[in-house]
């Protein structure tokens, strides 16, 4: 099956920046992609490219097998989801949603019939001579995807819309997003700087850093296995180290920090040898914590210190506990309860296999 | 404190009020009562609706108060259809400076005297005027040409005069619109047509609104432009207001003119508000 949109060493410049470096993706249909990435890295520069606001300076856009670079936005069979969603607020919720149904030409009959169909869809029949200001957030967003959906485009984009929302209606959001998608079966892409968003919705996911993508890949993918070091930062929280490495032994090594910690990680395939410069990457929830040295023992990674802050945060509260040098770690805190009676300044010791510790090189300070 | 903000509200609303009743109240009410005076014989004046009657039966006052109301509406649409444009480039297109560079030009002509500017266009205009000699040294025409006191001169002169008092309501109206709202109404299948009318156009009538009130009271009592550059069929109402007041020394029939004018302008404003289905609320609020 062709994809829905492939993307083929897209490239935009603007002036002297380069905003999107040769990408290449596609997206099969029915399914949700994310580009997630920091802001200013391109990502809306590419929505808009697919959308057909921007003219690409090289490099083509395909939906469904045919190129769409002379096509002009209005005639694209996209539909954009925008960040401040960018509802009529001249006219009401039908004639929002019916917008695009009468630029297409259909009678009135039929946009009525179909108009009341999506509101059915998105759970808010009833609402078309509704105003716009007068819906909440939430309704809003499903209003502004309903207008996108009557068009049934090929490719919905949507651009960070879930931004302008507070913390618990964008938990939500994120569920129903999903839950939409599915019910109208049509390819998402959907871009964000929100990297819960972007893990929870999506099947596939791209993490674009400075106009290139790093990692196209799963959310597993991405969160267990990156495969550079912007992903490894990007993507969950983490612990980083710099250092150069000291001996290689097949996967494992073992790399020296700035502070002089010696730390075993591994390095996954990549090219790193000794002496190199190198930082390691372990997650919060890899490491262990514990009473006694002794029960650490299966660990190659040992530490020994004090609880220098509590960071607590429900189920993923943690400690920051200082590692004799002046490196700070951060460790999650077992569900369990068993440290919840830790107290600042309390001696623990924490460990962490080696394969725990991603390793990849690191440009030369 | 409950007294305290009682007197600070009333100190604030002082100067509104001195203003609405020393300047607008006051005058007006005398206005009335001048023109409700009918002159029997010298000195001796009755209460009577003689000076209005005099109004409606002279069909000079009347055709002359049709004629600046139609040539009014004119050129405020006039002033629309050449403002709206400009108006949605200085806010939409032009960015940074450009854009303030290009609002900055709108004023410029205000810098100067309303008299100074019309004489500008007497000078372009006239028979020995820049454009007539241009004509001729192109040789598109045989002799001197004289574009001054016609109705075509005061429409110029009056777009000219009112187009700031347009492009100003309609740019702040066009900036509040988002980017994104426009690109939506393309992205959705909208040609350039059917977004300006179903996107840009709705959000802008306030403006519009406004723009076009001011810009048809305005013109309505534009008095030096017409004297300037109209000829002598070229009569507009406030000449004939003048001309009771300082020429004849009939106040009372000047008085009865000019309240005809604030009441038939009401009445065209209200019309047309009705007429577009607006309301003067929604506009200003």
């Not at chain 1, 019916?98 to 297409?104: D, K, M, P, S």
């Not at chain 1, 618990?168 to 990297?195: C, G, W």
């Not at chain 1, 960071?311 to 440290?339: H, K, T």
């Not at chain 2, 203003?19 to 009755?46: C, K, N, Q």
């Amino acid at each position: 099956m062709t994809p829905d949109l492939e993307c083929q060493s897209l490239t935009k410049r603007f002036g002297e920046t380069l905003a999107v470096d040769e990408v290449s993706f596609d997206v099969a249909r029915g399914s949700f992609f994310s580009i997630l990435g920091p802001s200013g890295c391109g990502k809306t520069t590419i929505m808009r490219m697919i959308a057909g606001f921007l003219e690409p300076t090289s490099g083509d856009i395909l939906i469904r097998g045919k190129s769409v670079l002379d096509t002009p936005p209005n005639k694209r069979p996209v539909n954009m989801v925008f960040q401040h969603l960018a509802l009529f607020p001249m006219m009401n919720i039908a004639d929002n949603i019916g917008y695009g149904l009468r630029r297409a030409g259909m009678g009135k009959a039929d946009i009525a019939r179909k108009v009341e169909e999506a509101l059915d869809r998105i759970g808010l029949p009833g609402i078309g001579h509704r105003k716009v200001d007068e819906l909440s957030g939430g309704q809003k967003q499903r209003v502004a995807i309903a207008r996108c959906m009557v068009l049934e485009p090929d490719v919905l984009l949507l651009d960070e819309p879930l931004g302008a929302l507070d913390l618990k209606l964008r938990e939500r959001m994120k569920v129903e997003l999903k839950s939409l998608q599915a019910a109208f079966d049509t390819t998402f892409v959907y871009i964000t700087h929100d990297q819960s968003e972007a893990l929870v919705m999506s099947d596939r996911i791209a993490v674009m850093n400075e106009g290139r993508f790093e990692q196209v890949g799963t959310g597993q993918d991405l969160y267990y296995r990156p495969s550079t070091a912007f992903v490894a930062g990007f993507v969950g929280d983490t612990n980083r180290w710099f250092g150069r490495i000291e001996r290689v032994e097949g996967d494992m090594l073992e790399m020296r920090t700035e502070s002089g910690m010696t730390l075993r990680g591994e390095r996954h395939g990549r090219a790193l040898s000794t002496g190199d410069r190198a930082e390691i990457f372990v997650r919060p929830e890899a490491i262990r914590i514990a009473h006694s040295a002794e029960e650490l023992e299966h660990f190659d990674n040992r530490i020994s210190g004090r609880v220098t802050s509590l960071l607590f945060n429900g189920a993923d509260s943690r400690i920051l506990v200082d590692a004799a040098g002046s490196d700070e770690v951060a460790v999650n805190l077992p569900q369990s309860g068993e440290f919840a009676g830790l107290a600042r300044g309390a001696p623990v010791h924490i460990g962490w296999s080696g394969a725990q510790g991603n390793c990849f090189a690191s440009p030369e300070a | 404190m409950r007294a305290q903000a009682k007197l600070g509200l009333v100190l604030l609303l002082t100067p509104l009020l001195l203003w609405l009743t020393l300047l607008i109240f006051i005058p007006h009410v005398d206005m009335l009562l001048v023109s409700l005076r009918e002159r029997v014989s010298a000195g001796v004046y009755r209460t009577s609706l003689a000076n209005y009657w005099a109004f409606l039966s002279e069909p000079l006052y009347l055709r002359t108060f049709m004629r600046t109301a139609v040539m009014s509406t004119l050129a405020t649409v006039i002033t629309l259809l050449i403002g709206f444009p400009v108006s949605y480039y200085i806010a939409k297109i032009a960015r940074g400076r450009v854009q303030s560079a290009l609002f900055l030009l709108c004023l410029v002509p205000f810098w100067v005297s309303e008299l100074v500017r019309t004489f500008g266009w007497m000078i372009l205009l006239r028979e020995t005027g820049i454009i007539s000699n241009l004509l001729q040294f192109l040789g598109l025409v045989e002799g001197p040409v004289e574009m001054l006191y016609n109705d075509a001169a005061i429409m110029v002169g009056l777009v000219y005069t009112s187009m700031l008092f347009m492009v100003v309501p309609l740019v702040t109206t066009l900036q509040t619109l988002p980017d994104e709202v426009v690109e939506a109404g393309y992205d959705l299948g909208g040609n350039s047509f059917s977004v300006l009318r179903e996107i840009i156009i709705p959000h802008a009538t306030p403006g519009i609104v406004s723009g076009c009130i001011v810009v048809f009271m305005l013109s309505l009592g534009n008095y030096l432009t017409p004297i300037m550059l109209g000829g002598k069929d070229s009569l507009w109402f406030t000449e004939l207001i003048y001309s009771q007041f300082i020429v004849r020394f009939n106040w009372e029939l000047g008085a009865a003119f000019g309240f005809m004018l604030l009441l038939l302008s009401s009445a065209i404003v209200w019309g047309m508000l009705k007429l577009t289905g607006q309301s003067l609320e929604r506009t200003v609020g």
